[in-house]
């Protein structure tokens, strides 16, 4: 309470004295106790009335003490379950919640992990992926600023993410990891990784990539052998040793029929071999017959440039080539797509010969554009022509209809640079991102396409698209978001299929491990996105004929549906649509592979790392009760005093109100019993 404050107090205590005792003692002539009485009561009530007018602020300061958190992370994925460790894990996971004197110490928090982070203790061990450095990333933000030693119940093997090591040093609180699987060294033959692209063109052949590994101290001899079917492909005899422990193996294999092709690489395994899943492993090639050719078609030099043939080329059924103006004009028949970046006059020509050929094209206008020259050789668009440029964040349509957008977060994108001014359509168009200033969404089209004569047509008003596909890269760590918005795109214009009202996306063929979603749109006869409508997909096993019925789920602007459980084999699939006959079928293939089985041991080496870099300490799955009795002695971890100051105004306080109505209630009585009044 301030000095000023406390004067102004002290004044309104004198103030309603001296009204109290001009009212009962220089008024009345006689003193007596009645009157005397009378003015404590009027005193009071003025006084009160007086505070209420000044309003001080008095502070309430809340004392109480905080227990540190104990946090107990266990990983759900099925390598625990491989290990055969799963009832040993849930039995410590239980003794640590029950100890009576860790739960009089600790707040006790219980999480699962497997590609993603839980608050649950409950646990199944089925979790195809181990993400560690997510679990420590996002346990950071949720322990920010606090005393939370931690415990990780794992075995140390990730099989997705970031190297955990890096994330843990930033996770500033004492690691104490419970080591589960066998630490033991077993001689061991594995075939590491296998590199092959995802398409393969017909009558070429593909080049594979294999990596074996030998973790033993003998001399074996094994063989390496490629079989699609019952047919030998390829192979070759290997030998190991102690100190030549690996092999890099170069090859090619035939696609000599269009479709998905499944193979099984295996390397042979040793007598003593202890884990024999880490020696095959499947994978798939689609051979296609024809290569998708974009022209991208610029008189400019621009990041966008580089930034577009490495999107687009992610794909490898596709292939993009740089051009001039005029070294396009005889080239157009060799392509599908022409990418027409900043137009100017040098461009006239190239315009003409794509109207004459009725060829798709995607126009990207900023602001090196002639804008004049747009509009003369642009029939269906036009665009204000100015001198100024503005910047343009992106906001996604969520109700556009040709092909399945993806959310990627635009609005954390950092803006286009473009030409200021609307751009005007003669045709109908669908726009996928708006125009966004600031927090305003114009509804004007950033970019937006359309159909005609059988044309398809898109047209981007900004450049720097290089900084959306690296922020993506910061949103999602990884380009993979980006590109596959990028490839629908360039999909959608390099076709002249006709708009569907069900539109499918899924991959043609899946690893076991991955996660495997189904999405689908539904339009309704206007080809507005209709959210009120049910689908199912009907999936049958090609190999033991059984069929599932299994429901989309609405997410955002798409239906989804996760086909995760199934497991590997051939399928064959039919959405329907529940009120209209409307149906789209297709068939994908699963291979039979389990990341988290490719480990034989514990990674007991990182563990005790992560442990030591962050002053806790790693246990064995058998020193558990060591852990708890160190985590009750250690001294660091003690409740911590805190205090809550609220500074709360006198006129909040609601009794002060009634007691100045009490006292002149009381006064009024008095005196009206006494005849006063």
Not at 172 to 180: F, K, M
């Amino acid at each position: 309470m301030s000095t000023q404050t406390l004067l102004l107090i002290i004044l309104a205590g004198i103030v309603a004295l001296l009204l109290a005792l001009f009212q009962y003692k220089h008024k009345v002539k006689e003193a007596s106790k009645k009157n005397a009485l009378f003015a404590f009561f009027r005193f009071l009530s003025i006084f009160g009335v007086l505070l209420l007018l000044i309003n001080p602020k008095l502070e309430q300061v809340n004392v109480y003490n905080e227990k540190p958190n104990l946090v107990v992370a266990v990983d759900n994925s099925n390598s625990i379950k491989y290990f055969n460790q799963e009832e040993n894990v849930a039995s410590i996971v239980q003794r640590i919640k029950e100890d009576k004197k860790l739960k009089n110490k600790f707040n006790i928090d219980v999480f699962s992990f497997g590609n993603t982070l839980n608050a649950s203790d409950s646990l199944s061990f089925t979790e195809n992926q181990t993400n560690i450095d997510k679990a420590f990333r996002e346990l950071s933000q949720v322990y920010k600023r606090t005393v939370s030693p931690s415990i990780i119940i794992s075995d140390g093997n990730q099989t997705y993410g970031n190297d955990y090591e890096y994330s843990a040093k930033k996770y500033n609180q004492p690691i104490y990891p419970i080591v589960i699987g066998d630490t033991t060294r077993y001689s061991d033959l594995k075939l590491k990784q296998l590199n092959v692209n995802k398409y393969a063109f017909l009558k070429n052949k593909f080049p594979v990539e294999a990596i074996l590994v030998y973790n033993g101290d003998q001399n074996v001899n094994t063989k390496f052998v490629v079989t699609s079917g019952k047919s030998t492909l390829y192979s070759k005899n290997l030998s190991f040793s102690e100190n030549d422990n690996s092999k890099i193996l170069n090859f090619t294999l035939p696609a000599n029929s269009v479709g998905v092709k499944s193979y099984r690489a295996s390397i042979i395994p040793i007598a003593t071999e202890k884990n024999k899943a880490n020696n095959s492993n499947n994978f798939a090639v689609e051979v296609v017959d024809e290569k998708t050719k974009v022209a991208i078609v610029s008189s400019v030099l621009h990041p966008d440039l580089g930034m577009l043939k490495k999107s687009i080329e992610t794909n490898e059924q596709r292939e993009v080539v740089f051009l001039k103006p005029q070294e396009a004009i005889n080239q157009l028949n060799d392509f599908q797509l022409v990418i027409v970046y900043q137009p100017n006059n040098s461009f006239s020509s190239l315009f003409e010969a794509l109207k004459l050929q009725n060829k798709n094209k995607f126009v990207i206008a900023g602001s090196k554009t002639d804008f004049k020259f747009l509009n003369k050789v642009s029939e269906n668009y036009q665009h204000d022509i100015t001198s100024q440029t503005e910047d343009y964040q992106p906001a996604l349509n969520v109700n556009y209809s040709s092909f399945i957008v993806d959310d990627l977060d635009f609005e954390s994108f950092p803006p286009l640079l473009a030409n200021f001014g609307e751009p005007t359509f003669s045709v109908p168009f669908e726009s996928i991102l708006y125009k966004k200033i600031g927090s305003i969404n114009t509804e004007e089209p950033l970019l937006a396409t359309f159909e005609i004569n059988e044309r398809r047509e898109a047209v981007l008003f900004g450049e720097s698209l290089w900084k959306w596909r690296a922020q993506s890269f910061i949103n999602t760590e990884g380009f993979n978001a980006f590109d596959n918005f990028t490839g629908k795109l360039i999909q959608y214009l390099a076709s002249n299929k006709r708009k569907n009202r069900l539109n499918l996306d899924y991959e043609s063929f899946y690893q076991g491990s991955s996660n495997i979603v189904m999405s689908a749109q539904f339009f309704n006869k206007n080809y507005e996105f209709d959210a009120n409508e049910s689908l199912n997909v009907i999936i049958t096993d090609k190999v033991n004929k059984t069929s599932k019925t299994i429901p989309f789920i609405l997410k955002n602007n798409n239906y989804q549906v996760d086909l995760s459980t199934l497991p590997a084999s051939d399928y064959t699939f039919t959405v329907k649509a529940t009120r209209e006959n409307i149906s789209k079928s297709g068939n994908f293939k699963i291979l039979e592979y389990n990341v988290e089985q490719q480990f034989i041991n514990a990674n007991v080496s990182k563990l005790k790392t992560i442990a030591n870099q962050s002053k806790g300490g790693a246990y064995f799955i058998s020193d558990y009760n060591t852990l708890i009795k160190d985590l009750i002695n250690d001294n660091r971890y003690k409740p911590m005093q805190k205090s809550i100051k609220n500074i709360v105004p006198l006129i909040d306080w609601k009794y002060l109100l009634a007691l100045i109505a009490l006292t002149l209630a009381i006064e009024w009585f008095l005196r009206k019993y006494n005849g006063l009044i």
